[in-house]
């Protein structure tokens, strides 16, 4: 018994150790440095969005410094964010990657078993040339619900918007190849197609066209309104107050191979979710906060789609 005794003593002063060890390593996670109001970047200045001061929060409660590991996701043919996340955290460029969409689609084991990284803050010529090998992904708890919602020209101010069958009659404007594209092009077996114009993403200005009154209504991510309301202070734009019923969640993502640090990231979130101060952090960053939704894990957004 006493030998069981020393033993476990010993146990226990090494997990003291590794604790106290662990405390004073940083919790590093992975932010986009242009997604503004969830997290925004620009080189020699502090970063700022909801994501940064969620991660902060997430950090106080574990007691843990927080490093912020900024990279860029190139809007592309060839970019998959589930890819870059997965390649800068088997890299060990961060432990989480913040304002993650958590659907099925997102969260599948790899195709490929290996994948280039983003660019990201610090990455030198030989990072932007090599591979990753790859791991499996597995999400925290979701912390916000991100939407897509009718945003309203000048000319449309007013128009009640209950369903996507009220934009009809509505010059449309959208980008090509989105999820707001599918939608509208879909819609009743291509009802309002002959009103839809399409832009070009990164290229066209798409809320600007619609400020300016060229267009009446597009569909867009939620959180893209409330990045352009503070820009345009005297915008003709309006909210519709009406969210398509199909979102996502967005959470955190790590690798399967972290569990311990999953279990105490979702513990500081419900938490933090209890004392209402995610839906504040939200508020402070100019983000309209919507508390996450069931399904936590979005299924087939296409089927959903063509088959409401």
Same mark, same amino acid.
């Given at each position: 018994?006493?030998?069981?005794?020393? %033993?476990?003593?010993?146990? /226990?002063?090494?997990?003291?150790?590794? !604790? /106290?060890?662990?405390?004073?390593?940083?919790?590093?996670?992975?932010?986009?440095?242009?997604?503004?109001?969830?997290?925004?970047?620009?080189?020699?200045?502090?970063?700022?969005? +909801?994501?940064?001061?969620?991660?902060?929060?997430?950090?106080? &409660?574990?007691?843990?410094? @927080?490093?912020?590991?900024? +990279?860029?996701?190139?809007?592309?043919?060839?970019? =998959?964010?589930?890819?870059?996340?997965?390649?800068?955290?088997?890299?060990?460029?961060? =432990?989480?990657?913040?304002?993650?969409?958590?659907?099925?689609?997102?969260?599948?084991?790899?195709?490929?078993?290996?994948?280039?990284?983003?660019? +990201?803050?610090?990455?030198?010529?030989?990072?932007?040339? &090599?591979?990753?090998?790859?791991?499996?992904?597995?999400?925290?708890?979701?912390?916000?619900?991100?939407?897509?919602?009718?945003?309203?020209?000048?000319?449309?101010?007013?128009?009640?918007?209950?369903?996507?069958?009220?934009?009809?009659?509505?010059?449309?404007?959208?980008?090509?190849?989105?999820?707001?594209?599918?939608?509208?092009?879909?819609?009743?077996?291509?009802?309002?197609?002959?009103?839809?114009?399409?832009?070009? $993403?990164?290229?066209?200005? @798409?809320?600007?066209? @619609?400020?300016?009154?060229?267009?009446?209504?597009?569909?867009?991510?939620?959180?893209? +309104?409330?990045?352009?309301?503070?820009?345009?202070?005297?915008?003709?734009?309006?909210?519709?107050?009406?969210?398509? $019923?199909?979102?996502?969640?967005?959470?955190?993502?790590?690798? !399967?191979?972290?569990?311990?640090?999953?279990? %105490?990231?979702?513990?500081?979130?419900?938490?933090?979710?209890?004392?209402?101060?995610? %839906?504040?952090? %939200?508020?402070?960053?100019?983000?309209?906060?919507?508390?996450?939704?069931? $399904?936590?894990?979005?299924?087939?957004?296409?089927?959903?789609?063509?088959?409401?």
């Amino acid at each position: 018994m006493t030998m069981r005794a020393a %033993a476990l003593g010993l146990a /226990a002063i090494l997990c003291l150790q590794m !604790a /106290a060890h662990a405390a004073d390593d940083p919790l590093k996670v992975c932010l986009d440095e242009d997604r503004p109001p969830f997290s925004s970047h620009q080189r020699g200045k502090p970063g700022t969005g +909801f994501d940064v001061t969620l991660a902060q929060g997430i950090a106080d &409660r574990l007691g843990r410094p @927080l490093k912020i590991q900024w +990279f860029e996701s190139k809007l592309d043919e060839d970019s =998959s964010p589930q890819l870059e996340a997965n390649a800068l955290l088997s890299d060990g460029r961060c =432990s989480l990657v913040g304002g993650y969409a958590l659907t099925r689609d997102s969260l599948v084991v790899p195709g490929v078993k290996t994948a280039k990284l983003p660019d +990201f803050e610090g990455a030198t010529r030989d990072d932007r040339r &090599r591979r990753v090998e790859l791991g499996v992904l597995t999400p925290s708890q979701a912390y916000v619900y991100s939407p897509l919602t009718v945003v309203l020209g000048p000319r449309a101010r007013g128009r009640k918007i209950n369903d996507i069958g009220d934009l009809s009659g509505l010059r449309l404007a959208i980008e090509s190849g989105t999820l707001g594209d599918a939608i509208l092009m879909s819609f009743e077996k291509g009802r309002l197609i002959d009103n839809i114009t399409h832009l070009v $993403p990164g290229r066209d200005d @798409l809320l600007g066209a @619609l400020d300016r009154g060229d267009y009446d209504a597009t569909l867009l991510d939620l959180a893209r +309104f409330d990045a352009y309301r503070p820009a345009h202070r005297d915008t003709g734009l309006t909210a519709s107050g009406w969210y398509y $019923p199909v979102g996502a969640n967005r959470g955190y993502v790590a690798l !399967a191979s972290e569990p311990a640090l999953l279990a %105490a990231v979702n513990k500081a979130l419900a938490d933090l979710q209890a004392d209402g101060k995610i %839906a504040n952090l %939200a508020t402070q960053a100019g983000l309209t906060y919507l508390p996450p939704r069931e $399904p936590t894990i979005l299924g087939d957004v296409w089927e959903k789609i063509i088959r409401p």
